[in-house]
């Protein structure tokens, strides 16, 4: 049996490299839409670099003000954009500034604009639809679903990991680093999936600055080196 590899994430806003290394190497990714908004994590904000700065002050953050108070844990799916702060001005005026002058920044700075001004409740949406602009000058052509649209997926943790693998089909899971502080291997063994962590060593590649930033939003790696992007990437 050939084998087929599932990897799950969080939809997160524009986020690092690795996401999209672990998306490229998958055969099907699992965007978890119905896990827990987490306070202070890469599902609505990611950090970016500051013009010609370098060292820490280079590394500024991008952020999408989202209703929090009396929805604790709520589902990704549901977490409602703030509208009615200027959050849309703040995100492009500081991509202005910090990559005005990188190379491919007017090339694609539009197809960025477009989204980011488009009308919309849900932060999940958002993130979705920036994260395909994304994969398309990637080149990522891996499928992608949403956990929520998966019928008779249960259990929490490891428990829910191996429900979406086994629904899908899969006979092994791609796991980040992180993932290796909460996952059960043997529960991925007792269903005959493999558990694999992924193996992404960050590439160096030309940015403004003194000194190359490490675990930038992607966004860096785009405006930085536009169309060598994806082949960067992969390497």
Known sequence: MDKKIIAIHQPNFIPWLGFFYKWARADRMVFLDDAAFTKGSHINRVRVRGGDASGESAQQWLTVP???????????????????????????????????????????????????????????????ELLQWVAGILEIGTPWVLSSSLEGVNGKATERLVSICRHLGATAYLSGFGGQKYQEEEVFKEHNIQLVVYDFKHPEYSQRGEGFIAGLSVIDLIFNCGPESGGIFRH
Not at 76 to 96: C, M, Q, T
Not at 100 to 109: L, Q, R, S, V
């Open 66 to 128: 989202v209703h929090q108070k009396g929805r604790l844990n709520q589902p990704i799916a549901e977490v409602e954009i703030k509208n009615d702060l200027p959050w849309r001005e703040g995100v492009l005026g500081k991509l202005r500034s910090c990559y005005g002058k990188a190379p491919f920044f007017k090339h694609y700075f539009p197809g960025f604009e477009a989204i980011i001004m488009k009308e919309r409740l849900l932060l999940a949406d958002l993130n979705i």
